[in-house]
């Protein structure tokens, strides 16, 4: 009777333990659970940066400049002076390459109104100004008949923010951007001389605007308007 009854009083003790054991409430599994949702958590970031990585490594590898051609008669250095000697005089054509390597031709006169606008990538000014205007361009329409073109020039690779096909894309660009010659030929040929840099150019391929310095969404507004066929 004694051995009977200790026996029963093993059985029926021994049925809370297996009870709380199955409630889920082991710590050690709780933590092997915790370490290998932070294990996947870890290799996913991993795989991110790697891709990153590799994304910016190739971009690196990008021709960040390219020779171009001029055709035309090169426009005066603007000085700021007015009124500027540059106005009315006919814009000159260029032929250079995107960053994947298109070719693009750039033809003043060929009945689309232009706003060319020149970017460094180490320049303060148009590291604000670049991604304003993207914005700009992102939530509104250009005037009929009207196209912008950015030059990616006065390329340094000593300097911040390089390479500028990185830049570029980061602030999600919408238009097209070709790359000026290690010599900045394109810049020269508009009168480049200081950044970030604007011109605007009729659909005729009259030279009716030129500014040196950041554009808000105001100014930019006018002139992508001001340079539009229908404008006059």
Known sequence: MSNRSTVQKSRSGSRPSGDRAGSGSNPLLKWMIAGVVVLVAVAVGVALLASRDAEQQAQT?????????????????????????????????????????????????????KVIGFFAHWCPHCQRELPRIADWMANNQLPTGVEVIAV???????????????????EQWPAVVVRDSAESEIGDA??????????????????????????????????VEFVAPDAG
């Open 61 to 113: 590898n990008v021709a960040q400049v390219s020779d171009v051609s001029i055709e035309g008669a090169p426009l005066p250095r603007f000085e700021g002076e007015e009124p500027d000697p540059a106005m009315e005089m006919r814009a000159p054509a260029f032929a250079a390459t995107t960053f994947d390597g298109t070719e693009v031709s750039v033809l003043p006169g060929d009945g689309t109104a």
């Open 152 to 170: 990616s020039t006065a390329v340094d690779p000593g300097s911040p923010n390089y390479p500028p096909s990185v830049w570029f894309e980061e």
């Open 190 to 223: 508009y009168g480049l001389s200081g950044f970030p840099y604007t011109v605007g150019v009729t659909a005729d391929g009259r030279v009716v605007a030129r500014v040196a310095g950041e554009l808000n969404d105001k100014a930019w507004e006018f002139l």
